[in-house]
């Protein structure tokens, strides 16, 4: 595997690799796999391109990659709030992470809230 960076994309225009897999799926393509956290390689995305896809397809996939770091540098609003085209929008992650508001059991949950 080999993991590239996005880091001066993200650096230059605030865009970030969860950004840019979000705005992917709205060409059709799944989004590439992240790094684990912590990140070794800032803003990290591997793309896995193996023995079943096509020359068109990877041709596709590295023209729409060139077309989001485009739209990233003329209007990054649109990758931020991507996916557009798709039945679920963005979920946001905030509340997900706070401890106040989630228990990982019943029990701690009933502690909490009872």
Known sequence: MT?????KITEDTGVT???VSHRMVDFGIDAPWLAHHPWIVPE??????GET???EDI???IDVLAEIVGEAYTTPEIVKS???R???SRIKSGPLDDPERWA???RAYLRKNC
């Open 44 to 49: 990290p995305f591997t793309p896995e391109a």
């Open 17 to 19: 690799i969860e950004d």
């Open 59 to 61: 041709d596709y996939w």
């Open 82 to 84: 991507a996916p557009h």
């Open 104 to 106: 990982m059991t019943w």
């Open 3 to 7: 993991r590239y960076s996005i880091e």
């Open 86 to 88: 798709q039945v679920i």
């Open 53 to 55: 896809y096509s020359k």
